[in-house]
């Protein structure tokens, strides 16, 4: 309920997919075909339990399969269709198809090596600060689309993570190992009007290892 003379109230809730059914541990990226494994859709599942009693009016995913799957039960739950947005696609990568854990596959090679030359962009793939304004004109949108109730992004990893870095003013290259953004976990922004005044993280389906390529 909107208070007059107090600020509206808005929730976006930053959704990253859940699992994927990856048996060859490649960097999948946007390749097509890439669906959520039996753990992911119980990870789902476990989500539209957790935001059952939520405001939400608004639902939207990345393209990407795996994406819109996991929006399924929880825009079901509220009676919502998913709308679609671009900006929510994973990041652009150079070695998508491949192998890249450390000590393993595509890195071992010396005509890969030109691509790791400027971690802080990265060169290897979409600049940081191109998925951090993408994202940023995504949440923009949902704020709009639910101002005064709560909306749902589902996106990806290294998005979620870079735009929750660039909304908290800290610099984008990071260690990947480092990131806090567990598979179907939450990162909820929290505006007054158009002013973000908190920004909450959870994990409703449990912690994951952030290093697991493919996850």
Not at 27 to 38: A, C, D, F, Q, V
Not at 111 to 120: C, I, Q, S
Request: proline share 7%; aromatic share 6%; with cysteine.
């Amino acid at each position: 309920m909107t208070v007059p003379g107090m600020p509206t109230r808005t929730v976006v809730h930053l959704l990253r997919h859940g699992e994927v059914y990856n048996p060859a541990g490649v960097l999948y990226g946007r390749m097509p075909g890439y669906s959520l494994s039996e753990r992911g859709r119980q990870q789902a599942l476990t989500v539209a339990e957790t935001l059952a009693g939520h405001d939400l009016v608004h639902v939207v995913a990345s393209p990407l399969e795996r994406a819109q799957q996991t929006a399924a039960p929880i825009a079901g739950a509220h009676r919502l269709d998913i709308a679609t947005d671009e900006r929510l696609i994973e990041a652009g990568n150079e070695f998508e198809g491949l192998r890249v854990a450390v000590g393993d596959g595509a890195l071992r090679e010396p005509k890969h090596w030109p691509k790791l030359r400027d971690p802080f962009l990265p060169s290897w793939g979409e600049p940081y600060l191109e998925i951090a304004h993408r994202m940023l004109g995504a949440i923009t949108r949902a704020r709009a689309a639910a101002e005064g109730h709560e909306a749902l992004c589902v996106s990806h990893q290294l998005p979620v993570w870079t735009a929750r870095r660039f909304l908290e003013g800290k610099r984008l290259w990071h260690d990947p190992r480092r990131r806090q953004c567990s598979l179907a976990s939450l990162t909820s922004l929290v505006f007054a009007d158009e002013q973000l005044v908190d920004i909450v993280y959870s994990e409703p389906a449990g912690s994951t290892d952030p290093s697991v390529t493919g996850a």
